[in-house]
């Protein structure tokens, strides 16, 4: 079995989020090839894990690779906002997500990830679901695709991009190959546009987050799972582009700021003026310079982490009191 994906921040994951008492139960809310799953199950002998992933191809990967660990590890196949609505599992008492897309889908995938492999041009984490990359352009307008450019991606040259793409789709018809794109985009930019990245970086990633939804269900899946973390538990989100980091940012900032019960709790006019996370390390943590040179792909990487206040549960509390 190969594997492709080095996990990033992985040490400093594994001294932050270790547990801190036997048989403790960690959440894996992305898991791809397991290799931070790998990880902990290795260091702590007592810890369990429940493993998800939208990617059956992917999570098989992970299933093989942790199956020496037998039942300290258990599955779930979908996406983690399914997963924690669901109120009837175990409570977990540290979750981590990492956000980046795996290497795997990069060079095992075959689904036009990549600008620099012509493969089909679909980017679908969840194979299952009916919208592809190639359907997304075919259906967008061009302004419609210069917006999408611009918010997921920051792209620049958002229009001109788009324009190049719906004249290539009016000559030739739907665009179905990654190679295809990536020579569109490159076409259409200044000669002067070239820096450290690939011209199709930012088309690339912003068609990838608007097919998987990813920045649309990242804020319900912060709340999910901090609604069902352990109070005292922790949680650790690894972010890869400033999109996706500043949502993380603003979500541990707000829950540091205090706590309202929620309205459906027997008492709801009970405010408090605590705070319901704790934020450890306000800016984040970033890679070394030894990290980055080993895996340049995680250059970007950030490790969010909060602490779930164990006062959340005053609001219960307080209505027994009454």
């Known amino acids: 079995m190969e594997i492709v994906h080095t996990p990033v921040l992985l040490e400093e994951a594994l001294q932050l989020l270790a547990p801190r008492q036997p048989g403790e139960l960690m959440i894996d809310a992305t898991v791809g090839e397991g290799g931070h799953s790998y990880a902990f199950l290795s260091r702590f002998p007592d810890l369990r894990l429940i493993g998800i992933d939208a990617d059956r191809e992917i999570q098989e990967v992970a299933k093989k690779r942790l199956t020496v660990f037998g039942e300290r590890v258990h599955w779930y196949t979908g996406w983690s906002h399914d997963f924690f609505a669901d109120s009837s599992h175990e409570k977990p008492d540290t979750i981590l997500m990492d956000l980046g897309v795996s290497?795997?889908?990069?060079?095992?995938?075959?689904?036009?990830?990549?600008?620099?492999?012509?493969?089909?041009?679909?980017?679908?984490?969840?194979?299952?679901?009916?919208?592809?990359?190639?359907?997304?352009?075919?259906?967008?307008?061009?302004?419609?695709?210069?917006?999408?450019?611009?918010?997921?991606?920051?792209?620049?040259?958002?229009?001109?991009?788009?324009?190049?793409?719906?004249?290539?789709?009016?000559?030739?018809?739907?665009?179905?190959?990654?190679?295809?794109?990536?020579?569109?985009?490159?076409?259409?930019?200044?000669?002067?546009?070239?820096?450290?990245?690939?011209?199709?970086?930012?088309?690339?990633?912003?068609?990838?987050?608007?097919?998987?939804?990813?920045?649309?269900?990242?804020?319900?899946?912060?709340?999910r799972a901090l609604g069902v973390l352990k109070p005292g538990g922790r949680m650790g989100v690894i972010t890869f582009h400033s999109l996706e980091d500043r949502i993380v940012k603003h979500f541990f900032r707000e829950k540091g700021t205090g706590y309202t019960c929620p309205q459906n709790q027997p008492i709801y006019t009970y405010k408090r003026s605590g705070k319901s996370v704790k934020v450890l390390y306000r800016k984040g943590i970033t890679p070394g310079a030894l990290e980055i040179r080993n895996n340049p792909s995680a250059r970007s990487a950030r490790l969010r982490i909060a602490e779930k206040a164990v006062e959340e549960d005053l609001c219960l509390q307080y209505k027994e009191m009454q």
Do not use: C, W
Not at 183 to 194: M, S, V
């Open 103 to 223: 290497r795997y889908h990069y060079e095992k995938g075959d689904r036009g990830f990549s600008f620099l492999r012509d493969e089909v041009l679909d980017m679908r984490i969840d194979r299952t679901q009916s919208l592809d990359a190639a359907a997304l352009l075919a259906g967008l307008s061009e302004k419609a695709l210069a917006d999408l450019l611009y918010t997921y991606g920051e792209e620049r040259y958002a229009r001109r991009i788009a324009r190049s793409i719906m004249e290539a789709q009016s000559r030739r018809g739907r665009i179905s190959r990654s190679g295809t794109l990536a020579d569109i985009i490159a076409r259409a930019l200044p000669g002067r546009y070239r820096g450290s990245i690939h011209p199709a970086t930012r088309t690339f990633q912003a068609l990838r987050i608007a097919v998987n939804g990813e920045l649309t269900h990242l804020q319900e899946l912060l709340e």
